[in-house]
């Protein structure tokens, strides 16, 4: 029972990081600044474990480091360009719904790992949904763009090869987050001191930027990363990442109350195929 409400909270989690990211162009703070908040906020809670895992940590290797360090800065920044110019379900949908995808082709560049057969109808039908999703326009007017939609699974893209290095380098939840939230935060740090990415701290007020902290902060930041780690532990990596997969569909229904964007047979048919792969890619990858 842990398990499942733990995996559950990470499902909310992962809907609240779409609804953000749409959040940030009706917002007074900047990509940047969220980006900030990202990741400063589980770096001061977790500094306090630095010390004892500073052995494993040193054992990475630095072709690894840089896989994983792809799932920070880049791989927010590019998501969040994505994100202005289309719609909560396209971001969740293009980004999450497609990271079985993302995986297996980053992993057969990499290192050359041949896609089993019976995983070639799922991530036939994840492509499927994601083409049929950059061609449905959503309904009420909300607008998205291809490009966005480009940019988007460019961030899946991201995202696998960031998967593919936390595999590779051997990191546990709590040794992935630091390397993740300390060096991205100094990055994106330094980006915003010399002027290379846009900030607008001091024009918004802590009331404004409250959702971000909770929702990236401790939400993506800490809480998703560890819990995720620790629904593995108690239901196994298969059911943890079916039950993972209803995120987009769980973004897309929240984006029609908060933001007032709908919902299309098409689009919701589109996200129904995308959801359905990823439950077929991640059961077959259970068996193997």
């Known amino acids: ?24 162009g009706k917002s007074p703070l900047s990509a940047a600044d969220v980006g900030l908040i990202r990741f400063a906020v589980p770096a001061l809670c977790l500094l306090p474990f630095l010390r004892s895992y500073l052995a494993q940590l040193r054992r990475v290797r630095f072709r690894d480091l840089l896989l994983v360090l792809l799932g920070g800065v880049p791989f927010f920044l590019v998501a969040s360009a994505g994100a202005r110019s289309t719609s ?10 497609t990271a079985p995808l993302s995986v297996a082709l980053i992993s057969f560049l990499l290192e ?9 109808f799922a991530l036939g039908l994840i492509a499927l949904g994601a083409v049929g999703m950059i061609a449905t326009q959503p309904a ?7 490009w966005g939609c480009l940019t988007l699974l460019f961030a899946s893209l991201l995202w696998g090869a960031y998967t593919v290095g936390v595999r590779r380098a051997g990191l546990d939840a709590i040794a992935n987050a630091l390397i ?5 935060l100094m990055i994106l740090g330094a980006l915003s001191l010399v002027g290379v990415t846009e900030s607008h701290l001091g024009q ?29 532990g108690r239901l196994g990596s298969s059911r943890s990442a079916v039950i993972g997969s209803l995120a987009p569909g769980l973004s897309a229904v929240l984006a029609v109350f908060i933001f007032g964007e709908a919902l299309n047979f098409a689009t919701m048919a589109c996200i ?4 359905f792969g990823v439950i077929l890619a991640n059961r077959s990858l259970g068996k193997n």
């Open 1 to 24: 029972m842990s398990g499942y409400l733990v995996i559950s909270a990470v499902v909310l989690i992962w809907a609240g990081f779409a609804l953000t990211l749409r959040a940030i």
């Open 88 to 97: 909560t379900a396209h971001v969740s949908a293009l980004i999450a719904g």
């Open 112 to 120: 050359k790992s041949a896609i089993p057969k019976k995983r070639w």
């Open 140 to 146: 009420g007017g909300t607008h998205s763009d291809p």
């Open 180 to 184: 993740l939230t300390v060096l991205s």
């Open 204 to 232: 918004f007020s802590w009331r404004e930027a409250l959702p971000f902290v909770l929702v990236q902060g401790l939400g993506v930041g800490l809480i998703a990363t560890v819990g995720y780690s620790f629904a593995i």
């Open 272 to 275: 129904a195929v995308l959801t």
